[in-house]
């Protein structure tokens, strides 16, 4: 992971996107955050098990993986979201 960027950007990988995970992709895509934060977070790689069903996969398929080492993994993610329900953890047994 990188330390932020010059511009003072958190670059996010999402594990998850579920209820709470679709919260925050919106919030941060649509700039619906306060102050500084609408231009100091941007969502990079999401992990979930089924992308093609999620709200923002049209507009954004290259964020989705089915991998989640490709986003724990992912050489710009400086900040890791983890906000799988009970399912996901059952999707992370042996990572």
Do not use: C, W
Not at 41 to 58: A, D, F, G, M, Q
Not at 59 to 69: A, D, M, R, S, V
């Amino acid at each position: 992971m990188n330390s932020l960027g010059k511009m003072g950007v958190a670059k996010i990988g999402m594990l998850g996107s579920g209820s709470v995970g679709e919260t925050v992709q919106e919030l941060v895509f649509n700039g619906d955050l306060p102050g500084k934060l609408r231009t100091a977070l941007e969502i990079v790689k999401i992990s979930t098990p089924h992308p093609r069903k999620k709200k923002l996969y049209r507009k954004y398929p290259g964020l989705f993986t089915t991998h989640p080492e490709e986003v724990t993994d992912h050489p710009e993610v400086d900040i890791v979201l983890e906000v799988l329900g009970s399912q996901g953890e059952r999707d992370l047994d042996g990572f």
